[in-house]
């Protein structure tokens, strides 16, 4: 007994020299059994330590912890189902339509809820628009003979039939899932409420006709329907199987008669072909581009863009999303506009708006 325990004392010692230790004692590694496997939401995170974090500096670990957080919800109200009764009994349990709020904070001091008061000045606040602390400029003094309004200052046209309710800061209630009403449709729409922000930015007119062009899952479309102004709407997403659930979705709130093909029109066509299919006819272009999906990456291994087998998609996303923006200018008319979205970490998210007003 004591011989075999001096044998492999000799036998630990000689590791590091595998040539010394007798070939019947010699053991190949396994190495697909014993190194460990690096998940695709660590790997998100070392790659996200590495860039955003040289990007963002200081305020990346506060980044960081958001995007580690769980996610917060808004509910996009359907206008189509009973939406006042649904509306009244979100505040009763505290949320509130942060789209009527932002409506109501942006004319100051000299209106209500978007509206001036009798014989007062109407007077916009570009704090909101400019994201800090603004001036208040009269209106009166921004329009003049051979004059412009600076489109800093100009008050943005926020669709009075999106509403939108969060609960407030700090606040981690969740809303329920949402119930059929009386006419078969779901009340709300769970979705990021940042989601409703290009929409609103995109200010759809009554007889607008509108291309949402990367339109799965659905959030962005269906709040285009909301707005109850799209005389046309084409939504495209290049996957079958997304544009699948996007049908499934407009037919859980949207009424048949308001979803026809000739009013909503969905495709799975490659986006960046667009252009060729149908140049200058849209009056206002959407296009959220495929990105990483940050905080998805972070916390769901399930379809994570961070496993090995899609890292090639993942090297030519900065690409695709240059095409898609590159070529979807000619699809707008030139008095249209065009809003392209790049997704980056909670709290930095930017929208890019380019008017086509002056080419394709």
Known sequence: MAALVDTRRVLLKLKGFPQLIPRRYRVKKKWAATLPRITSTK?????????????????????????????KYGALINNFSSAQELMKGLELQGARDFVYEARARTWSPGSVGGKPRGGEELVWSSSLAAGQSGSEVPLSSQV???????????PPSLSPNIKCFTFPKGDVTGF?????????????????????????????????TVLDLCAAPGGKTLALIQTQACWRLAAN??????????RRILQSYIPREHSTEDRVRITS???????????????????DVPCTTDRHSLLEEENNIFTRSRSKERQTL??????????????????????HLHAVPAAERVCGGQSCAGGP
């Open 176 to 208: 329920s899932p949402a119930r059929l009403d009386g006419s078969g449709l779901l009340g709300y729409y769970l979705l990021d409420a940042a989601s409703v922000l290009p929409v609103l930015a995109l200010d759809v007119q009554p007889g607008h």
């Open 269 to 287: 066509f490659d986006g960046r072909r667009w252009g060729e299919l149908e140049s200058n006819t849209f009056d206002r272009v959407l296009v």
């Open 43 to 71: 790997l998100a995170l070392q790659n996200f330590d590495v860039n955003y974090g040289t990007q963002f500096g200081e305020r990346w670990p506060s980044i960081r912890i958001s995007l580690l957080s769980e996610q």
């Open 144 to 154: 003049g003979e051979g004059m412009e309004m600076a489109a800093a200052t100009e």
């Open 318 to 339: 900065p690409l695709l999303q240059s095409q898609l923006l590159l070529y979807q200018g000619c699809a707008a008319r030139r008095s249209g506009a065009l809003l």
């Open 237 to 246: 997403d290049s996957s079958v199987s997304r544009t699948g659930r996007l």
